[in-house]
């Protein structure tokens, strides 16, 4: 570890705020369960659909913005300098591209009542092939991300009680409260922690970007720092370095928008202007949140030069730990940020869990397994499941600590699979030609792609999974339209006599 | 309003069936009469142009990359034509959720009242 590096010491003020949030959370999943209204998939994985604007925006903004915002991204901004300032676009564009499909996804699902994407997936195309596929890799993209989130719940624990708990202590005890609220209240008590999660977040980043533009010359500061020690980390992108950053556009843009959870919230409005607004709110907080990561790698590439790439996943902790011992107020205000975070990083991992659970239970369990499941073995099933998977993602939490795995890759490795599922949602909604085999065919050869790519510079046969500067997931995304666009021009479907081509 | 859409029919009718034979159940004709909302931004022909225009604007690709050495605010110039992008682009999606996106239909649950059909969830298909 670099010598600059500070100690950061919270002291046993943090772990009591720390322990009084975790006790306010498992009340709130007290308070879930008695607001249940009955015993059914739509109650518990939905929240009954009754989310107004105030809990809805809250839920989406906790729930996108997680703890790989504030030390994942802050992290990515210190190892590529300047040019991750792209973050801010495609977490723009994420919301941009819900204006493509969300309001004909969320006219179905008012109208069918679904409560899984997959749901969808399945009533436009009739496919079980395809509906399989598709949550096999949202499952395989939730799972990652909610590994990334324990990897992070870890290093938020560790920081915050000042090395008094470890690594896999942190995860285990916030795991288990996330656990015990989650099963009692399901989505209501998942969007009401998120609620005061959100609220924590967005005071936490407003103190932080006061804080770092502010102190020790703020920006300008900063920028002569980073002149001094690495000046091409300030510079414009170069041609290659320009493609990177319409393949990160392309991949983050399309891909984080089809987060199942995101979708589900979609399902969980009370009704479209709740939605509109919360929508539309959504828009502007990357120019808070992910500004403010990216200015958190921006300082530290100044304060903290050489660090490694394990190190750069924790300097939102390092910039944030270099203030603390300033006055009283600050020691504080960084102990109720630190706290933001830790909301942040559970209020995703959560959502991201029970998501997984309600499509395990609805698509696969209830459609191939049994049929005739009661709600309540189905609500038994779906929580049993998603305790077992979360064991497994501990134990590999456990493996990427002792590992150099860092935040980043975990992302990646999620999010070039995902993002192999656009056609189904952008074209799908539209394209009443398009069939279920074109879609299948584009999805299985993007993800092959993808794979060959990707396993070819992992085990050094080619240099880099990045050919030409444009990631192996938009590869096989660009040849998985292909496959759509070309085989649905090809081969169309036969439309019913009554529906309108 | 077509009940077998999801397959969610009663659990007494089809239960003892492999779900192979289901497939006959989904009904495209009510799926695609009910997916159209009463407006939305795709309709609006200017939208995704716009969108697009704010995109390429955002990418440097039209900046020399020495431009890195002049700052403002502490920032390099560049970096500031990005994040105004950004909040262009979000103005622009915050106006198209807004103003250019009407549901219009009435759903099984909230604001809109109630779906008089019930819709396949309105009352879970469990």
Redesign the interface.
């Known amino acids: 570890m670099s010598s600059s590096v500070p100690e950061v010491t919270f002291g046993p003020g943090a772990l009591a705020v720390l322990g009084g949030y975790l006790v306010i959370m498992l009340g709130l999943g007290f308070l879930g369960r008695l607001h249940q209204k009955e015993r059914s998939l739509r109650d518990f994985y939905l929240g009954g659909s009754t989310f107004g604007f105030a809990v809805l925006f809250l839920t989406l903004f906790a729930t996108q913005y997680s703890g790989n915002t504030l030390l994942g991204f802050a992290g990515r901004s210190y190892v590529q300098g300047t040019t991750y300032i792209v973050s801010i676009t495609f977490m723009v564009l994420v919301i941009t591209v819900f204006m493509i499909y969300a309001p004909r996804l969320f006219h179905l699902a008012r109208r069918f009542g679904y409560i899984t994407p997959t749901d969808f997936v399945y009533h436009r195309f009739g496919s079980h092939p395809l509906r399989i596929l598709c949550v096999v890799l949202l499952c395989w993209g939730l799972a990652n991300y909610v590994l990334e989130q324990l990897v992070a719940m870890g290093h938020g624990v560790e920081a915050i009680s000042g090395g008094r708990m470890t690594f896999m202590q942190g995860v285990l005890l916030l795991v288990g409260v996330m656990l015990i609220y989650e099963s009692l209240g399901g989505m209501r008590a998942v969007a009401w922690t998120d609620a005061v999660q959100g609220s924590l977040l967005l005071c936490g980043c407003a103190v932080i970007l006061y804080t770092l533009v502010t102190a020790d010359g703020g920006l300008a500061a900063a920028a002569d720092g980073i002149r001094a020690t690495a000046p091409e980390k300030l510079e414009a992108p170069d041609a290659r370095g320009l493609r990177t950053w319409v393949s990160t556009l392309l991949m983050l843009g399309l891909g984080v928008a089809l987060y199942p959870h995101a979708i589900q919230r979609i399902f969980a409005a009370k009704g479209e202007k709740s939605l509109r607004r919360s929508l539309a709110a959504m828009g502007f907080m990357p120019l808070a949140t992910t500004l403010l990561a990216f200015l958190i790698g921006f300082i530290a590439l100044s304060r903290f030069p050489g660090l490694s790439q394990l190190e750069s996943d924790k300097v939102t902790i390092y910039v944030l730990g270099g203030l603390i011992d300033r006055s009283p107020v600050m020691y504080w205000l960084i102990v109720m940020v630190f706290a933001a975070v830790v909301a942040a990083i559970m209020s995703t991992a959560d959502s991201a869990l029970l998501s997984i659970g309600s499509m395990f239970t609805k698509d696969i369990y209830k459609n191939y397994f049994r049929r005739g499941a009661s709600a309540r073995e189905m609500l038994i099933v779906g929580k049993t499941f998603a305790w077992g998977i979360m064991a497994i993602l501990i134990l590999m939490a456990w493996v990427s600590l002792e590992t150099e795995s860092s935040i980043w890759v975990l992302i990646e490795l999620k999010l070039e699979f995902m993002v192999q599922l656009s056609p189904v949602f952008m074209l799908g909604v539209y394209w009443r030609r398009m069939p279920a085999s074109a879609v299948l065919a584009g999805i299985v050869l993007g993800t092959l792609l993808t794979l060959v790519i990707w396993c070819g510079a992992a085990f050094d046969v080619w240099a880099t999974r990045s050919p030409w500067g444009v990631g192996a997931g938009v590869w096989g995304l660009l040849l998985n339209y292909g496959v759509c666009v070309g085989w649905t021009v090809l081969r169309p479907a036969k439309l019913p006599a009554t529906v309108p081509a | ?2 009940r077998g ?4 029919n009663p ?1 007494s009718v ?2 003892n069936r492999p ?2 034979e289901y ?1 006959d159940e ?1 009904d ?2 009510a ?7 009463a407006d ?3 309709r609006h022909r200017w ?1 995704l142009p716009v ?1 697009v225009a704010i ?1 390429v604007v ?4 039209y ?7 002049r ?1 403002a ?4 110039v ?2 500031w034509i ?2 105004l ?3 262009l ?6 106006f ?3 103003r ?4 219009g ?8 009242g109630q ?1 008089p059909e019930g ?4 009352k ?3």
């Open positions: 309003m077509d859409a999801l397959g969610h659990p089809r239960d779900f192979s497939g989904r495209p004709e799926f695609w009469a009910a997916i159209r909302p939305e931004p795709l939208f969108v995109l955002s990418v440097p690709w900046l020399p990359s020495s431009i890195g050495e700052l605010l502490g920032l390099p560049w970096t990005t994040i992008c950004g909040l682009l979000a103005v622009v999606t915050a198209a959720s807004i250019l996106w009407r549901d239909g009435t759903g099984a649950h909230g604001e809109q779906d819709g396949v969830g309105g879970d298909e469990t």
